[in-house]
């Protein structure tokens, strides 16, 4: 019994602090006035979120959050620029596909197609990058599309599983203020991190970047 009941206790502490970081991240996302604080404040999600996985809980602290979200206004902002620019083009993508009937279409389909599973590995990646590795937000944006398509198993893996929770979490009234971002990126960080880990320790990103910029 004392290991279950330690284990229940693990499970109970996890459950509280995914609601306690979501509930943070809905607060600091509001005192940005939402369009300015959305990206600091699911920086600052992140970062704890990478605190805690590195075995230290205790520093998952308001104080902790507000600093974070205070030093990455900017930044964060300044790479929210370019998620928002990469969004806008997918759904320009989709727009111009519904109501296109020429003969163009199947060549739109075929772009729509791209720009939403980039946008797709992006997203899912884009944030563990940036809070890992805090380069500027080009090279936020090549590594996490570098490391998402190396990974297509695992990226296929968190696509599914982030659609899941969030189909059961927003159908459920009350849960998306408790668990509405801090699942999928608990989530998220407990998959890439160990990934980030290696690919520093042993400079495979680095070559992988320099091969990409070659290319391109």
């Known amino acids: 019994m004392s290991g279950f009941n330690e284990k229940l206790y693990s499970f109970c502490e996890k459950v509280m602090l995914l609601a306690y970081l979501n ?3 809905v607060v600091f996302s509001l005192v940005g006035g939402v369009l300015f604080g959305i990206y600091p404040s699911t920086i600052a999600l992140f970062s704890l979120m990478k605190t805690w996985r590195e075995g230290n809980s205790d520093k998952v602290c308001f104080q902790e959050y507000k600093r974070i979200f205070k030093s990455q206004f900017i930044s964060g902002n300044r790479l929210g620029v370019y998620i928002t620019i990469l969004l806008g083009i997918m759904m320009l993508n989709g727009i111009l596909l519904y109501f296109n009937q020429s003969t163009a279409k199947p060549l739109l389909f075929v772009l729509f ?30 590594y996490a599309l570098i490391i998402g398509m ?31 971002v801090s699942v999928v ?7 890439i991190l160990p990934t980030l ?4 320790e042993t400079g495979s990103l680095d070559k992988a970047s320099q091969q990409w910029k070659a290319v391109n």
């Open 150 to 180: 190396a990974h297509p198993l695992r990226t296929l893996y968190l696509s599914i599983i982030s659609f899941l929770i969030l189909v059961v979490v927003y159908s459920t009234a009350g849960l998306p203020i408790f668990f509405g």
């Open 113 to 142: 197609i791209i720009s939403f599973v980039l946008t797709v590995v992006l997203m899912l990646y884009v944030f563990p990058v940036y809070v890992y590795f805090r380069t500027v937000p080009t090279n936020t944006l090549v």
């Open 197 to 200: 880990v290696k690919m520093e």
């Open 23 to 25: 509930i943070l991240w």
């Open 185 to 191: 990126a608990f989530i998220a960080m407990k998959s």
